[in-house]
Nanobody, 118 residues
């Protein structure tokens, strides 16, 4: 599976951005798709994930501000980011996770920069 992100950019604090992740195959074959981010000098961290069942999970830092959703027909997952803060500045990566014969496979995109100015 290949995934490609789009939608990053520069925004002022309090603004919104929408990130999209397009998968190269049906997302029904993918157990979960998620967004991670990595700020300079920090480890990559989970932002939000959506499972095949539709169940979602968010990092505490983004709950109530970010929304992850999926479009099965377009094989895409979207991260709507509202009320952005300077601390949301990071490179955001899309992840497609598959479990095949009890082995886990993580497929990463190239990342998209999100910069929130104060």
């Amino acid at each position: 599976v290949q995934v490609v992100e789009s939608g990053g950019g520069l925004v002022q604090a309090g603004g919104s951005l929408r990130l999209s992740c397009a998968a190269s195959e049906s997302i029904f074959s993918i157990n979960a798709m998620g967004w991670y981010r990595q700020a300079p000098g920090k480890e990559r961290e989970l932002v939000a994930v959506i499972a095949n069942s539709g169940t979602t999970n968010y990092a505490d830092a983004v709950k109530g501000r970010f929304t992850i959703s999926r479009d099965n027909a377009k094989n895409t997952v979207t991260l709507q980011m509202d009320s952005l803060k300077p601390e949301d500045t990071a490179v955001y990566y899309c992840n497609a996770r598959q479990f095949i014969f009890n082995a886990r496979y993580d497929n990463w995109g190239q990342g998209t920069q999100v910069t929130v100015s104060s």
